[in-house]
Nanobody, 128 residues
Framework: QVQLVESGGGLVQAGDSLRLSCAAS??????????MGWFRQAPGKKREFVAG????????PYADSVKGRFTISRDNAKNTVYLQMNSLKPEDTAVYYC???????????????????WGQGTQVTVSS
């Protein structure tokens, strides 16, 4: 069993920053072997890819909408993945989810179907 718990969301103003965290746990979960991803879902919209990171942290794809503003990172010693969000915009308002890619040693993917475990989400609201 794998558990993912996000934290760090909140209400901020446009231009502010937030850092989200996702702590992973699970008795047989070798965290550093798996790519992780951040996704978000705004009201009435489909869940969309935000950023991904390989197990080593060397590969980090981003959605075009967040490139240059958001940074994904991980600390494998703490089984935690982060999403640093700068220059936030009202259109970044959404519930943010972290997820584990289903197979080890894969490159991070933007496809939701390639992720098997998801956190409960953390709300990010950006006011104008």
């Amino acid at each position: 069993q794998v558990q993912l718990v996000e934290s760090g969301g909140g209400l901020v103003q446009a231009g502010d920053s937030l850092r989200l965290s996702c702590a992973a746990s699970g008795r047989t979960f070798a965290f550093s072997n798996y790519a992780m991803g951040w996704f978000r879902q705004a009201p009435g919209k489909k869940r969309e890819f935000v950023a991904g990171i390989s197990g080593s942290g060397n590969t980090t794809p981003y959605a075009d909408s967040v490139k240059g503003r958001f940074t994904i990172s991980r600390d494998n010693a703490k089984n935690t993945v982060y999403l640093q969000m700068n220059s936030l915009k009202p259109e970044d308002t959404a519930v943010y989810y972290c997820a584990r890619q289903s197979a080890p040693s894969r490159r991070p993917s933007a496809l939701l179907s390639t992720y098997d475990y998801w956190g409960q989400g953390t709300q990010v609201t950006v006011s104008s």
